[in-house]
Nanobody, 119 residues
Framework: VQLQASGGGLVQAGGSLRLSCAASGRLFSINHLGWYRQAPGKRRELVATLTNGNIATYADAVAGRFTISRDSDALYAVSLQMNSLKPEDTATYYC?????????????WGQGTEVTVSS
């Protein structure tokens, strides 16, 4: 599975940004797509995931501000709409695909995209 992410950038606090991610390759093996983020000096953390059945899960820190959705014309492409951004949302954001099952289950990562929120 390969992931191509786009979006990100610099925005003032309270602003909005949209990230997009498109998967290719062994799409039939994908269980869910999502976004993680890693701030400097911190561990990578879950932001949001979306299952093939369109069940979304959000980190407490972003719930109510971020929305993950599937692109209308691509089952294996998702977007992350980020509203009311805060300086603490500044991080490198990574698209993630969880694929396979049992001993063949793996996580795949896209290239990181930078999000910087100025105060």
């Amino acid at each position: 599975v390969q992931l191509q992410a786009s979006g990100g950038g610099l925005v003032q606090a309270g602003g909005s940004l949209r990230l997009s991610c498109a998967a290719s390759g062994r799409l039939f093996s994908i269980n869910h797509l999502g976004w993680y983020r890693q701030a400097p000096g911190k561990r990578r953390e879950l932001v949001a995931t979306l299952t093939n059945g369109n069940i979304a899960t959000y980190a407490d820190a972003v719930a109510g501000r971020f929305t993950i959705s599937r692109d209308s014309d691509a089952l294996y492409a998702v977007s992350l709409q980020m509203n009311s951004l805060k300086p603490e949302d500044t991080a490198t954001y990574y698209c993630n695909a969880n694929a396979g099952s049992g001993s063949y289950e793996n996580d795949y990562w896209g290239q990181g995209t930078e999000v910087t929120v100025s105060s």
